[in-house]
């Protein structure tokens, strides 16, 4: 009956997206319930939360975010069930309710989705604003973009284009154009030419670095050397680097949302989009 019920859910929600903020108030509250749960239990015997981190090895902050209901604070929902049932079984805890299950009857839900699309309806009916496009609106228009024409035409003169930027080049591109050039000098033998060749192709490093770049929302945890360095969700647009002695692991619970780079190599997708991706990078 739990599966049908999920299932008529899921067409639903398809069938209309006004319930997704329904069906994750549900959630939200259930998370809370849960929580608050916990916290009553693990207050009962006494122990602090820094007890709770040692045993289980999940960071303050998601504890408390799992104790207070902060669903926006904690990873994709795969993570978050293990993530309780793991402070469940610490606190004794044989099994706990799966938070994202949400029971709803269908007069129920559907009578909450017309509702809100009824009242959707009657605030764009009421605040938005009638306006009309008239002529004297082109003609502020074409004066606005006569004056943004006349700046620029002004920015070029004063301004000529003959003060360019030097070309730039890589540490690789010098060396392969300076080995291009012993190469076809008639003054050297190929012996030396193929080993400076070698020489410029091969980079060594005394280190691992590893630059992140966050596309979605994304839980991260980083592990640089054996030791925890980073554990929690990063933003869109969010952009960390961390660097080791020998080697750096990092585990994604939103794969696809993330894009990383080695060592100054090229930059790529850890994995498929919501899927949980472990990735090892080691020195050599």
């Given amino acids: 009956m739990k599966d049908n019920n999920q299932d008529n859910l899921k067409n639903y929600q398809?069938?209309?997206?006004?319930?997704t903020e329904i069906i994750q108030t549900l959630q939200r509250q259930k998370l809370q319930d849960i929580g608050a749960n916990l916290f009553s239990?693990?207050?009962k015997k006494g122990l602090e939360l820094d007890s709770i981190v040692a045993k289980t090895q999940i960071t303050k902050r998601v504890l408390i975010a799992i104790e207070q209901g902060h669903l926006e604070d904690l990873p994709e929902p795969f993570?978050?069930?293990k993530l309780i049932q793991k402070y469940a079984n610490t606190l004794g805890i044989a099994d706990v309710p799966d938070y994202t299950v949400v029971e709803l009857d269908q007069a129920n839900i559907q009578a909450k989705s017309s509702k809100k699309l009824n009242l959707r309806k009657y605030f764009l009916k009421w605040?938005?604003?009638k306006w009309q496009l008239r002529s004297q609106h082109l003609y502020i228009l074409y004066l606005v973009l006569v004056g943004i024409a006349v700046?620029?035409?002004a920015t070029v003169v004063d301004n000529p284009s003959n003060n360019q930027e030097p070309i730039l080049f890589t540490e690789t591109e010098i060396s392969q154009n300076t080995s291009t050039s012993i190469t076809n000098s008639p003054s050297n033998t190929s012996t030396s030419s193929s080993q400076l060749i070698t020489r410029s192709n091969t980079r060594v490093y005394d280190s691992v670095t590893v630059d992140v770049s966050i596309k979605e929302r994304c839980w991260l945890k980083v592990i640089v050397d054996e030791k925890l360095e980073f554990e929690g969700i990063l933003l869109k647009g969010t952009n960390r680097t961390w660097e080791?002695?020998?080697k750096i692991t990092i585990i994604a619970g939103n794969a696809g949302g993330i894009i990383v780079s080695y060592n100054q190599g090229q930059s790529k997708i850890l994995g498929e989009p919501g899927k949980v991706e472990e990735v090892t990078y080691t020195l050599n």
């Fill in 244 to 246: 080791g002695k020998e």
């Fill in 79 to 81: 993570y978050t069930k």
């Fill in 127 to 129: 605040q938005l604003p």
């Fill in 14 to 19: 398809n069938q209309n997206p006004e319930l």
């Fill in 41 to 43: 239990i693990r207050s």
């Fill in 151 to 153: 700046k620029g035409i």
